[in-house]
């Protein structure tokens, strides 16, 4: 397994300690967490998917950003992860209701 950070402050692309994954292409899994305004903004997902085109790119609202050693606020943190066998698959559901959540993971067990 290969891991890139990056870190995203103000529009700006930072890689965050050593870079492992040489070509982005080889990127199966985008794990981000960021600050609500940050990555609800269009901008992020398709910077992303431009950078990792082969990677499933999984986007959550976080209340600080982990950062090496430290914790960012307002601001996205990515992790990209290269497996060497492992496949990725993701799958989504709408939870309108924090009640109905118990079913919903039902339904993304199902799919």
């Given at each position: 397994m290969k891991?890139?950070?990056l870190?995203?402050?103000d529009e700006q692309i930072h890689v965050a300690?050593?870079?492992e994954i040489i070509d982005p292409l080889t990127a199966d899994l985008v794990l981000v967490f960021g600050d609500k305004d940050q990555v609800s903004k269009a901008l992020t997902y398709e910077v992303?998917?431009?950078r990792y085109p082969n990677a499933e790119i999984v986007i959550c609202s976080s209340a600080g950003e982990i950062l090496g050693n430290s914790i960012q606020n307002g601001t996205i943190v990515?992790?990209?992860i290269a497996f060497e066998k492992?496949?990725?698959?993701t799958a989504s559901v709408l939870v309108?209701?924090?009640h109905e959540s118990f079913s919903k993971g039902k339904e993304l067990i199902e799919e």
């Open positions: 891991v890139t950070q870190h995203i402050n300690g050593r870079a992303l998917s431009q990515c992790t990209a492992t496949t990725i698959q309108t209701d924090g």
